[in-house]
């Protein structure tokens, strides 16, 4: 069998131990060290398996991804979730959708000092769903607004997908991270603008809630001034390099919790909590990195990259069409894998070709975080969807799949208008050094 042979055959083996719900890591781990060992030999094999993982978890610059993290669970447990939500209550509620508009604003703003998409839409599924419920909202429109919404916490800096992309990419960690802010934007308007239609079609989904007077809203808005200042100090030290990543997330994470230590917010038990929750997760990401590592050389090995690129280049037709494909290839594939694995499995074949096409690594990083908030709403996987069944257990899961629907035409227009015009995410990352 040729090499190339047994890496396609070694895609397909995978894909198989994914659908019999074989845990990812080990899955990779396994189809990687046996296809290795296959091209070169099984002495090759058993030498490239242990180093690869060790250089991997005991990289420096690997140990950004537990900070950022730890940042964002002691933001949650420090309740900076609630403030920045009821700051954003305070401006939009009085509108039609305004507390709908409002939450989706709150997940950006909270995605700003946590980088999870699940953490994300769980803080604000706490606090909005019954808000919403409260005001007579349609739990259509309640629980898909925020279950799609929280998908803007691994879009706006700082983003564990972007830390990812970066690691693997060699590309830089600030430029990412400032790259990410005018899309967030651009797709937290165009979330509202969905909502404003919805309301306006149907009244009774979204009923304008109280008006909040002017001193309230300033006091709502100073309130927050402390999440504010947190990530202006993690991702502004990091773009004037005062902090490597791994310090930036680390002095995130102890900006945290001494902001929630002097607003006595943070208890013993939430601290203990909170940490062996990131420890968890953090053991779960770095896992995953390690074992595709292994998968990764596999891949080079089999030189299905080099075979796909020159497949490429020999098509008539134009490169933004290629684009397409590629994301068309992410969105299906979103489907039925979580975003990093999804990340982690398709860079090494993908990355080059969007380097052949000459393509911004920056800005295609930007279109892969876009498409990956698609794949955290959509079934059957939709990982947001389930975080909000379980907060929302009285609402059939099937309803909030279909609340989400309106947001994705939101995902999908901002994803054409980054994809026709590379300067929303190329322009700010142009002014990093």
Same mark, same amino acid.
């Given at each position: ?237 990091? =773009?004037?390099?005062? @902090?490597?990543?791994?310090?930036? &997330?680390?002095?995130?994470? $102890?900006?945290? !919790? /001494?902001?929630?230590? %002097? ?60 684009? =397409?494909?590629?994301? @068309?290839?992410?969105?299906?594939? &979103?489907?039925?894998?979580? $975003?990093?694995? !999804? /990340?982690?499995?398709? %860079? ?86």
């Amino acid at each position: 069998m040729s090499p190339e042979m047994a890496g396609i055959l070694g895609i397909v083996i995978l894909v198989a131990f994914f659908v019999i719900r074989m845990p990812i890591a080990f899955s990779m781990a396994f189809v990687g060290f046996v296809g290795f060992s296959y091209v070169t030999s099984l002495k090759t094999g058993l030498a490239v398996l242990p180093r690869n993982i060790f250089e991997q978890l005991t990289s420096y610059s690997i140990s950004a991804i537990p900070m950022f993290i730890l940042m964002g669970y002691y933001a949650f447990s420090a309740g900076l979730g609630s403030r920045l939500y009821d700051a954003a209550y305070k401006v939009f509620g009085h509108i039609k959708g305004g507390l709908a508009i409002a939450s989706i604003f709150a997940c950006a703003a909270f995605g700003a000092i946590c980088g999870s998409s699940t953490a994300t839409a769980a803080t604000m599924g706490k606090l909005a769903l019954p808000a919403m419920k409260k005001y007579g909202y349609d739990d259509t429109l309640a629980t898909g607004c925020i279950a799609s919404a929280g998908s803007l916490g691994i879009l706006i800096p700082p983003s564990v997908i972007f830390l990812i992309y970066g690691f693997m990419t060699e590309q830089s960690i600030g430029k990412l991270f400032i790259s990410g802010i005018l899309p967030g934007i651009l797709l937290a308007t165009l979330m509202s603008v969905a909502v404003l239609i919805i309301c306006y079609r149907n009244p009774s989904y979204g009923p304008e809630g109280e008006k909040s007077t002017f001193k309230e809203k300033v006091v709502a808005c100073l309130k927050i001034l402390d999440a504010v200042g947190l990530f202006v100090l993690v991702v502004g030290g990091l =773009l004037f390099g005062f @902090f490597t990543p791994t310090q930036a &997330g680390g002095i995130g994470a $102890a900006g945290a !919790l /001494i902001l929630g230590l %002097i607003r006595r917010e943070i208890t013993w038990d939430s601290f203990v909590q909170n940490t062996r929750e990131a420890l968890r997760t953090s053991c779960m990401i770095l896992t995953i990195i390690a074992c595709a590592t292994v998968f990764g050389r596999f891949i080079t090995v089999s030189k299905i990259p080099v075979m796909i690129s020159s497949w490429v280049s020999s098509l008539q037709v134009p490169p933004y069409l290629i684009m =397409l494909i590629i994301i @068309f290839i992410y969105l299906i594939g &979103g489907c039925f894998i979580d $975003a990093i694995p !999804l /990340i982690i499995l398709t %860079i090494p074949i993908l990355f080059p070709i969007v380097l052949h096409l000459g393509y911004d690594p920056i800005w295609f990083g930007v279109i892969i975080v876009l498409v990956t908030c698609m794949g955290v709403i959509t079934p059957p996987v939709g990982v947001n969807v389930y975080v909000i069944k379980g907060i929302a257990k009285e609402v059939p899961l099937e309803q909030i799949f279909k609340g989400i629907f309106p947001f994705l035409v939101a995902m999908i227009v901002a994803s054409i208008i980054i994809l026709f015009y590379p300067p929303i995410a190329t322009f700010l990352p142009s002014f990093v050094k």
